[in-house]
């Protein structure tokens, strides 16, 4: 349980958690992902959350650790039992195949992950057989450097309403206007986004609304779509990546669909209202009805402003991190791995 406590507040007991849990691959592949469900009370506003251990490689019989630092609340009467419930919510395997309850969508996240996580591995795996190790260490380093100098917004999202978030990011009283979207278009994109505006009011955004075409032979079901929004002093943050929908959309091939009605989101940072004076949106992963997924190819990447924008993804910031500890030599042994 480690440095975990619970302190009373009012009538709720809150959980501050920072523990590790130690797990053992028990089936015959070896694990690449796993995210577990972490509960206090099942239904209230704070009671559970999710923690995720993705770019892992667990071969059969082994164990490992998932570290679990996450804040929850719970009612100080409720019953006697347990603190918290900790449940496997799901396991993904090297041949992407699945086992859990899948109730946070974790399978989708999962597969995400480790399509990314191939696609850098591939790429650094490019570089150290053209560039040798000199080009290698090039491309650490500046991996390390553009997350050392990435900066990015707080965002507050709420679907159905008003953004929500502290006192200090409350929205301006600037009347509303109404803003087009511009849009990264990457030529490999299934689905091309072909429209889009939201009204902005001082550091909020609301009802954005973004039509996408589909441009594969396949029907998709899940679009997420990533913000770039410019602030009134002219500097570009990513404001992160929102699904283009609350539940599964199906959009089958040469169809247009919308994508995020009634939502709002809020731009603040470190505490303080971002008034934001334009937008920039780009279909950042694309999901197909049949399991299959999309995501930039580094060259689309390369030959945008998105890789000196977006936070690399959790492989290559494994990488990276291997690369700041141990050195070039371990990090050309764990590319060779796979």
Known sequence: MGESRANARGGAMVLDLHMALTLRNTGNRRVRGVVLLITAQE?????????????????????????????????????????????????????????????????????????????????????????????????????????????????????????????AAAPSTTSATVAQFAFLKMPGSPVEPVDGSAEISGNEARAPRIDVLNRSSKPVRYVEIGWLVKSADGHEYLAGSVPGSSTSILLPPGQKSHLLPDTALRFSKGGKPVEIKGM???????????????????????????????????????????????GLAAVTTDLAKY
């Open 43 to 167: 239904f209230a506003p704070g009671g559970k959350g999710s923690v995720a251990r993705p770019c892992i490689d667990v071969p059969p019989t082994q164990e490992f650790t998932v570290p679990v630092d996450i804040r929850l609340v719970r009612p100080a009467q409720q019953a006697a039992g347990p603190l918290v419930r900790v449940q496997l919510d799901g396991v993904l395997f090297d041949d992407f195949s699945f086992f859990g309850a899948n109730r946070l969508n974790s399978l989708r996240a999962m597969t995400f992950w480790e399509t990314e996580a191939q696609r850098d591995r591939t790429y650094f795996r490019k570089v150290l057989q053209a560039r040798g190790e000199k080009g290698l260490r090039d491309e650490m380093l500046l991996s390390m450097a553009k997350q050392a100098e990435r900066s990015q917004l707080d965002v507050a999202m709420n679907r159905n309403g008003r953004a929500v978030g502290n006192a």
């Open 280 to 326: 920039t949106g780009f279909v950042s992963q694309v999901e197909y009805a049949d399991g299959k997924v999309w995501i930039p190819s580094r060259e689309e990447l390369n030959s945008s402003p998105l890789l000196r924008i977006l936070a690399p993804s959790p492989e290559e910031q494994r990488l990276a991190d291997i690369y700041a500890k141990k």
